[in-house]
């Protein structure tokens, strides 16, 4: 089946830092979208994306849909305490829509 | 709006235990799902429902069943408790390709 690989697993930054984390895939996906999950709750929609190249932000945050459609980077900028948290990718192809294993972001102030 | 809500949000069974746990949506969605979540794992599907009276296996459906009898409740029913079953349930609802998530049920078998 299709899986992702979400890299890296967890960073650790200082408060005020740019972050990026990607993922990648061997199979192509039509959409990608980007989710963060706080302790004790579900994950919650960040951005989408629909299409090859697309380039979106959400304030500090920043996606973009690879031109391969095979990877989505997110990039945050200038880090805040309240980014804490574990940032998941997810794929969507001919199948069903794929999880990455998530990146768990720690900052120190 | 409430959105995706789940019930119970904790809940200790012992082994052999069968239980149901809750989702009701209220935003009108044709798709649900039914995910667990492994202490540092990603989501992985249980089963997903395109519309009322239609279901399907995601990628790990053994020791669970589900209905959708309307279109906004989607049951997952666990027969036999196992302890491999402990983890973070979390039911989703979408209606084109953005999943929004309840707030999970936390599950643990002993």
């Known amino acids: 089946g299709q899986q992702l690989n979400q890299s890296p697993q967890s960073m650790f930054i200082q408060e005020g830092e740019d972050v990026s984390m990607n993922c990648t895939s061997s199979?192509?996906?039509?959409?990608w979208l980007w989710y963060k999950q706080e302790p004790g709750e579900g994950p919650v929609l960040l951005i989408a994306l629909y299409k090859a190249g697309e380039l979106t932000s959400n304030g500090r945050l920043t996606a973009q849909f690879g031109i391969t459609r095979k990877d989505s980077f997110l990039n945050i900028s200038a880090s805040i305490p309240s980014d804490v948290g574990i940032y998941f990718c997810a794929g969507r192809g001919a199948q069903k829509l794929v999880f990455g294993q998530g990146t768990r972001l720690t900052i120190n102030p | 709006n409430a959105g995706v809500t789940q019930t119970p949000k904790f809940r200790i069974l012992k082994i052999g235990q069968s239980m149901t746990l809750q989702c009701t949506q209220d935003?009108?969605?044709?798709?649900m799902y039914w995910y667990r979540q492994d202490p540092g794992m990603g989501l992985k599907l249980i089963y997903y429902?395109?519309?009322?009276?239609?279901?399907d296996k995601g990628e790990v459906p053994n020791g669970y069943n589900v209905s959708r009898s309307t279109t906004e409740d989607f049951p997952l029913r666990l027969e036999l408790a196992a302890p491999s079953q402990t983890s973070v349930y979390f039911c989703a609802s979408s209606l084109t390709g953005e999943l929004f998530f309840g707030e999970g049920s936390r599950l643990t078998v002993l």
């Open positions: 429902s395109v519309g009322a009276g239609i279901t």
């Open positions: 935003m009108n969605h044709n798709y």
């Open positions: 199979s192509i996906f039509n959409t």
